[in-house]
């Protein structure tokens, strides 16, 4: 039971680099997050999709990208990599935001340092 | 807007203790709330939830109750054990469905360390 699979688990980049962490989900969710984790900040969003070929922006949504082009993937991009941007990227998937409920299936989470 | 607070740690317990993890909210009308666990060099996982008002939610010996007059939903667990060690996160679902739909608002997280 793959779930969700985040690609690469582990990166370091130098500042002004770019790179592309990459998000997978078997489930057929329509719905999908891209998060990042800090220490004493809890989990911010920084974009989510509701369906291929769309996406919006969340809480910290500056210095990313996104694409939506399968249902199933859900790319973060980084065009010039910043220090501020070092964090654990954690991508998750929902099935329905629709109602009450709606539980997020997270991936094990994307080490990235910015040199 | 929205959002959640609970509980600054580290929490440090010894196994077999009592487990309270405080969780207070702010939200328009009347959210879903959940409990979300992390497991060291995991993703979170849903550990419970609860959609209204006086509705217990339970999985592994933890409960919370959705409690509406003092916005909270305090987590508690009679005996924790070693495996119990992680970091625990309240979050909240509204009932806004426009513009961020299906969004979660998470607490900042409360990492809790079980002794043996």
């Known amino acids: 039971n793959a779930g969700v699979t985040q690609t690469p688990k582990f990166r370091v980049l130098k500042t002004g680099q770019s790179m592309t962490l990459l998000c997978a989900q078997d489930?057929?969710?329509?719905?999908m997050y891209w998060y990042r984790q800090d220490p004493g900040m809890g989990l911010r969003l920084i974009h989510y999709?509701?369906?291929?070929?769309?996406?919006a922006k969340g809480e910290v949504p500056d210095g990313y990208n996104v694409s939506r082009l399968k249902k199933q993937n859900f790319l973060l991009g980084l065009e010039s990599a910043a220090p501020s941007q070092t964090s654990v990227y954690f991508c998750?998937?929902?099935?329905?935001?629709?109602?009450?409920?709606?539980?997020?299936?997270f991936g094990e989470g994307s080490r990235l340092t910015v040199l | 807007g929205d959002s959640v607070t609970q509980m600054e740690g580290p929490v440090t317990l010894s196994e077999e203790a009592f487990l309270t993890i405080n969780c207070t909210y702010t939200?328009?009308?009347?959210?879903?709330l959940f409990w979300y666990v992390q497991y060291p060099g995991e993703g979170l996982q849903l550990l419970l939830k609860?959609?209204?008002?006086?509705d217990k939610g339970s999985n592994k010996g933890f409960e919370a109750t959705y409690r509406k007059e003092t916005t909270s939903f305090h987590l508690e667990k009679g005996s924790v054990q070693v495996s119990d060690s992680a970091v625990y996160f309240c979050?909240?679902?509204?009932?806004?469905?426009?513009?961020?739909?299906?969004?979660?608002?998470f607490g900042k997280g409360t990492k809790l360390s079980v002794k043996p």
């Open positions: 998750a998937s929902s099935y329905l935001a629709g109602g009450p409920t709606g539980e997020l299936f």
């Open positions: 489930m057929n969710h329509e719905y």
């Open positions: 999709s509701v369906g291929e070929g769309t996406t």
């Open positions: 939200a328009t009308g009347y959210p879903s």
């Open positions: 609860a959609t209204k008002a006086d």
């Open positions: 979050a909240l679902k509204g009932r806004n469905y426009g513009g961020s739909q299906g969004n979660l608002i």
